[in-house]
């Protein structure tokens, strides 16, 4: 019995498809995560150029949108033992290159930017009551790293029973064998994972028949 034959018979891998109105979260798209000689990885930037005309496209849709950044203060007094362990976390200042986001996917003033210490967007953040309010039932998400920030994002969204979608192509991680494992393990238990044009293809179809 393979792996995907094994999860099947225990009941996971089912999908909770896209719901009535999405927002697109991208998690992490900053400098120092996209650029492989800091801490990202060489296809992170593949995901960041994927983005741009999702990004557009939900622009021009006018739906929600969220940026999320790791910000730590410059006087270390907010500081974890997440930015314990990954000492280079603690360079991502406010005002820091490092942790702005990349100039591709630059928000726009109606766009919201998330701050966070943790993986997750959700923990320790307004995240979840902003979705509420934006009423949001489905969380498309981008960003990086797959194995980190992306994955705990995606468990949070679940756990706070949004729809959860990631795109494949959308997130990228420092090396394959990561990313891929857990594109695998999501799509098993947290998530939906389509590729962008897939996702892009569907709520097309759905503008559409709304206008």
């Known amino acids: ?101 990349v100039s591709e996917l630059a928000p726009q003033n109606s766009e919201w930017v998330v701050r966070k210490q943790g993986a997750s967007a959700f923990f320790n953040t307004g995240l979840a009551d902003w979705l509420h309010f934006q009423s949001v039932d489905t969380v498309v998400v981008t960003g990086c790293t797959t194995s980190g920030c992306v994955r705990a994002t995606v468990v949070d969204a679940v756990q706070h029973n949004f729809r959860t979608v990631v795109l494949s192509d959308c997130v990228g991680d420092r090396a394959l064998g990561p990313h891929d494992a857990n594109l695998f393990d999501m799509r098993q238990k947290y998530a939906d994972i389509l590729t962008r044009d897939d996702l892009l293809s569907h709520l097309h179809s759905r503008q559409g028949a709304s206008t």
């Not at 997440?82 to 976390?89: E, G, M």
């Open 1 to 101: 019995m393979n792996t995907e034959e094994i999860y099947q018979r225990q009941g996971f891998g089912h999908t909770t498809g896209i719901g009535q109105r999405c927002c697109l979260l991208m998690v992490d798209f900053v400098n120092s995560f996209v650029d492989p000689l800091q801490l990202g990885g060489p296809h992170i930037q593949d995901a960041v150029k994927a983005t741009v005309p999702l990004l557009a496209a939900f622009r021009s849709w006018g739906l929600p949108i969220a940026h999320t950044r790791v910000v730590f203060d410059a006087n270390g007094s907010d500081r974890n033992l997440f930015a314990t362990r990954v000492k280079a976390l603690q360079a991502l200042t406010e005002g820091a290159v490092g942790s702005q986001i």
